[in-house]
């Protein structure tokens, strides 16, 4: 046999051999890796479906709905008390009213008074988002005897009461910078800090933002009106 022949062979099994193991550790690689691939949504599958019949999950769904339910209800008989909404009172209801929730807002006022009403307006935008505070008004001049008992000397006066036992007050907009022009958020941040409305949601923030804006527009027409007089 000719040996160039015999050279030329055995050089072509050679490559053959090598190209074989390579096709076959190509192969092999493709295979892992569908694997790879299918096992996370295997694996997913069987999570859920173990998920799913958690009964840890399941009690903590059902503890999850009967808390909302009681919160609902809870909040439905504040409302029946008067809460969640900004509401005039008389001289007779204020007993009933200051000793049947657990906090109340009481804004002593005077109808003329252009403060007493820049008061009324942002206690009105925030009684309905602290339904756990009730927030009211009461006509001073309607009063006399409360405000006597109370030594209400300043008008607008907003006494702070918790469980009927009058804990502090706002004079006029001493704890407001002495402005007429306070925010919302101002009024509320001076509420929060003396105890008298809980920690609102965060997703009550764009809500407020938006009412304050409006507020602010309210203010601005308003001036606008007195310059023109």
Same mark, same amino acid.
């Given at each position: 046999?000719?040996?160039?022949?015999?050279? #030329? =062979?055995?050089?072509?099994?050679?490559?053959?051999?090598?190209?074989?193991?390579? %096709?076959?550790?190509?192969?092999?690689?493709?295979?892992?890796?569908?694997?790879?691939?299918?096992?996370?949504?295997?694996?997913? $599958?069987?999570?859920?479906?173990?998920?799913?019949?958690?009964? $840890?999950?399941?009690?903590?769904?059902?503890?999850?709905? %009967?808390?909302?339910?009681?919160?609902? $209800?809870?909040?439905?008989?504040?409302?029946?008390? /008067?809460?969640?909404?900004? !509401?005039?009172?008389? $001289?007779?209801?204020?007993? /009933?009213?200051?000793?049947? #929730?657990?906090?109340?807002?009481?804004?002593?006022?005077? !109808?003329?008074?252009?403060?007493?009403?820049?008061?009324?307006?942002?206690?009105?935008?925030?009684?309905?988002?602290?339904?756990?505070?009730?927030?009211?008004?009461? @006509?001073?001049?309607?009063?006399?005897?409360?405000? #006597?008992?109370?030594?209400?000397?300043?008008?607008?006066?907003?006494?702070?009461?918790?469980?009927?036992?009058?804990?502090? !007050?706002?004079?006029?907009?001493?704890?407001?910078?002495?402005?007429?022009?306070?925010? =919302?958020?101002?009024?509320?941040?001076?509420?929060?800090?003396? /105890?008298?409305?809980?920690?609102?949601?965060? @997703?009550?923030?764009?809500?407020?933002?938006?009412?304050?804006?409006?507020?602010?527009?309210?203010?601005?027409? =308003?001036?606008?009106?007195?310059?023109?007089?």
């Amino acid at each position: 046999m000719d040996p160039d022949s015999v050279k #030329s =062979t055995l050089s072509n099994l050679a490559f053959g051999n090598v190209i074989a193991a390579a %096709a076959r550790d190509l192969q092999k690689e493709m295979v892992a890796k569908d694997k790879a691939q299918a096992a996370p949504a295997s694996h997913d $599958e069987v999570d859920l479906d173990e998920l799913l019949d958690d009964p $840890e999950l399941e009690k903590l769904h059902a503890e999850r709905i %009967a808390a909302l339910k009681k919160e609902a $209800e809870k909040r439905e008989v504040l409302k029946r008390q /008067g809460h969640s909404e900004y !509401r005039e009172i008389t $001289e007779g209801d204020f007993l /009933g009213e200051v000793t049947g #929730s657990e906090k109340v807002i009481c804004h002593f006022y005077h !109808r003329e008074f252009y403060r007493c009403k820049i008061m009324d307006k942002h206690l009105k935008a925030l009684a309905p988002v602290y339904v756990g505070s009730k927030f009211v008004k009461l @006509d001073a001049e309607n009063a006399p005897f409360f405000v #006597s008992k109370l030594a209400i000397k300043q008008l607008p006066c907003v006494i702070l009461f918790k469980k009927g036992i009058a804990v502090d !007050r706002l004079i006029g907009f001493q704890d407001l910078g002495s402005k007429d022009d306070f925010s =919302t958020r101002a009024l509320e941040n001076v509420l929060k800090m003396k /105890g008298i409305i809980d920690e609102k949601k965060k @997703d009550d923030d764009d809500e407020e933002d938006e009412s304050e804006s409006k507020n602010r527009r309210v203010r601005s027409s =308003t001036a606008q009106d007195s310059d023109s007089d």
